[in-house]
């Protein structure tokens, strides 16, 4: 394959994109059932760690917040918050900027939940390998943002 650094015209692009589809969904199922299977303790859902993770690189939030942050509905991510929360992992405080909509938090076991979760997998993401560069990262980062931005738009009725 031919690799070049011009911009590919649309339909090109379009096909090399698939390519990016066609691995992003395995790569998450993957992950996905790692994480079901024992990376996370305690039997942590998926839902429940994407909660947990989000707030520690984030701070407290608010419900809605995190569903447009995964762009997941806000119902789903309420059922994260309140499985979360049953196992006492975040709390809901106050939110000065809008009282109806309380900010959720982590808690310190949900703290040390989630960091134990995020350690794991920082030591299975060491054996990737693939001489992968800081700038492939970057490009990497860059095209799935971008994908990500121009889903967005899209309106599916």
């Known amino acids: 394959m031919n690799v070049t650094d011009s911009p590919l015209p649309p339909d090109?692009?379009?096909?090399?994109?698939?390519e990016v589809y066609d691995l992003?969904?395995?790569?998450y199922r993957r992950a996905q059932r790692l994480v079901e299977q024992g990376l996370a303790p305690d039997g942590l859902s998926v839902g429940v760690r994407a909660v947990l993770a989000l707030l520690h690189r984030n701070g407290p939030m608010t419900v809605?917040?995190?569903?447009?942050?995964?762009?997941?509905?806000?119902?789903?991510?309420?059922?994260?918050?309140?499985?979360?929360?049953?196992?006492?992992?975040?709390e809901s405080v106050p939110n000065p900027a809008h009282r109806r909509s309380s900010l959720?938090?982590?808690?310190d076991a949900g703290r040390t939940a989630v960091t134990a979760v995020l350690d794991r997998e920082h030591l299975l993401l060491r054996e990737v390998?693939?001489?992968?560069?800081d700038a492939d990262v970057t490009t990497c980062l860059r095209v799935l943002g971008a994908m990500l931005t121009a889903l967005d738009g899209v309106d599916v009725d």
């Not at 090109?12 to 698939?18: D, G």
């Not at 992003?24 to 790569?27: H, I, Y």
């Open 12 to 18: 090109a692009l379009a096909r090399r994109l698939t």
């Open 104 to 107: 959720i938090r982590l808690t």
């Open 129 to 133: 390998g693939g001489a992968l560069t």
């Open 64 to 90: 809605p917040q995190m569903g447009r942050a995964q762009a997941i509905s806000r119902q789903f991510v309420q059922r994260m918050v309140n499985d979360a929360a049953a196992r006492g992992l975040v």
């Open 24 to 27: 992003v969904g395995p790569v």
